[in-house]
């Protein structure tokens, strides 16, 4: 996968929009403590779907929206976009997380409304998400050392891209029993119709 943008506006200290170009190598973010340097490592986790506010350094996901400061007041809304080239066989795309006070997130795909599931799956796909173990968060490095041999399987798994198929194998278990149990039903009817 390759992250070509990154845009913010309303996301943590990012309260006007930001605009981000990544260049093929490496990219470097460098500025003074609590400029914003983490912030954009977790806009870009948060995109991707995390779910936890914790691992976001806040109590709730509202705590992602910019919350004011002396001179500015708080904004209603965050939204983070990301384009990136999931894969060499796709066009690249555009994916977009937008949460309100009050409302929740929505996800959109190159325009389209799309599930944070989606949005999960998809970059799972590629071989990354907001827990890859390519985006390496401050304490992180520790945390990996110390990983169970459980948790270290779901790291290796999601770096050889197969941890979208556990989600779909999921889903269609689910699908599966629905049915056989729908089958039942079926029998119990046709037995009642004799
Ligand atoms: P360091 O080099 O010390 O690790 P950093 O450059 O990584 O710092 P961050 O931790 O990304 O900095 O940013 C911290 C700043 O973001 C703090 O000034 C904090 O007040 C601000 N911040 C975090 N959440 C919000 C929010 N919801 N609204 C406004 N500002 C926020």
Redesign the pocket.
């Given at each position: 996968m390759q992250i070509k943008r990154l845009r913010l506006t309303g996301f943590?200290?990012f309260?006007d929009p930001a605009d981000l170009r990544i260049e093929p190598g490496l990219t470097g973010i460098v500025?003074p403590?609590?400029?914003?340097?983490?912030?954009?490592l977790e806009a870009l986790r948060w995109v991707m779907g995390e779910t936890s506010a914790k691992s976001m350094r806040g109590a709730g996901m509202e705590?992602?929206?910019?919350?004011?400061?002396a001179t500015r007041p708080q904004r209603d809304f965050a939204e983070v976009a990301v384009v990136a080239d999931l894969d060499d066989q796709q066009d690249e795309l555009e994916i977009i997380r937008r949460i309100e006070r009050g409302a929740g997130s929505a996800y959109r795909i190159n325009g389209r409304d799309v599930r944070a599931k989606d949005v999960a799956l998809a970059f799972a796909d590629a071989a990354t998400g907001a827990h890859s173990p390519a985006l390496v968060s401050?304490g992180r490095i520790g945390a990996i050392i110390a990983a169970k041999p459980g948790e270290r399987r779901a790291m290796l798994e999601e770096a050889a891209g197969i941890a979208g198929l556990h989600v779909r194998r999921r889903d269609a278990e689910q699908k599966l029993r629905a049915t056989e149990t729908n089958l039942t039903r079926l029998d119990e009817l046709i037995g009642e119709q004799e």
């Open positions: 943590k200290s309260v500025g403590n609590g400029c914003g340097k983490s912030n954009l705590d992602v929206i910019f919350a004011g400061t401050q």
